[in-house]
């Protein structure tokens, strides 16, 4: 079945230091692919998504590819600020299985001055 | 529009007592899902609906827990008796056919005692 893994945490830099945070994936059909972002005591916040092949989401600095040939959605971001610290989830939905959300267990990011 | 909306924020009740978390999804929105959120099994999804009708119970963790979707713009989850191990972060989130990504509310952090 369909299936996120993501880049174990916690993770702490930083700030202005690069962020990578890994994202792989498994589904049947043609997924969309999202990244959510979760503050302290919030609900998850959509970041930004790609919808096919090569598509590039964008969003406050941070980007992630659509990677059909690795099924990977990596999320990147040049310069981290203190503000950018909370858990990051990698999550897809494929319309054909059902419409249902996967998501990866989260990563936490601590960016510290 | 408001968003997800959940209720109540916060809820701590006594072993063995029932609890019932209540979700109102955007408007417009024909899939509903409840997830499940603890530091030890990160996000779970428990159950999820399309146009009121449950699609998926396979995440439901046992029969104490049950959930309904009277109609478009209502859903609960209820837990009788609960239990200690219950106590997590319950989310509720919403998307359509035509959607991309899923809507969160807040959550309702659950304490049993």
């Known amino acids: 079945g369909d299936s996120v893994t993501q880049m174990e945490g916690p993770v702490t830099l930083s700030e202005e230091a690069f962020l990578t945070i890994n994202c792989t994936y498994t589904?049947?059909?043609?997924?969309?692919l999202f990244w959510y972002v979760q503050y302290p005591g919030e609900g998850l916040q959509l970041l930004l998504k790609a919808t096919k092949a090569d598509d590039k989401g964008s969003n406050k600095g941070f980007e992630a590819t659509y990677r059909k040939e690795t099924t990977s959605f990596h999320l990147e971001k040049g310069s981290v600020q203190v503000s950018d610290s909370a858990v990051y989830f990698c999550?897809?939905?494929?319309?054909?299985?059902?419409?249902?959300?996967?998501f990866g267990t989260g990563t936490s990011l601590t960016v510290i001055p | 529009d408001a968003g997800v909306i959940q209720s109540p924020r916060h809820e701590v009740t006594e072993m063995g007592q029932e609890v019932t978390l209540r979700c109102k999804p955007i408007s417009g929105h024909d899939y509903l899902f409840w997830y499940r959120q603890t530091m030890m099994r990160g996000l779970e999804l428990l159950i999820y609906f399309n146009n009121n009708v449950p699609i998926d119970d396979s995440g439901m963790p046992e029969d104490r827990f049950s959930a309904k979707m009277p109609n478009a713009s209502f859903s609960t989850l209820k837990i009788q008796p609960s239990e200690p191990r219950d106590s997590a972060v319950y989310f509720c989130?919403?998307?359509?056919?035509?959607?991309?990504?899923?809507?969160f509310g807040q959550g309702t952090r659950l304490t049993v005692v």
């Open positions: 999550a897809l939905s494929d319309r054909r299985t059902g419409n249902q959300f996967y």
């Open positions: 989130a919403s998307t359509n056919v035509r959607g991309t990504e899923a809507f």
């Open positions: 589904a049947t059909g043609y997924p969309s």
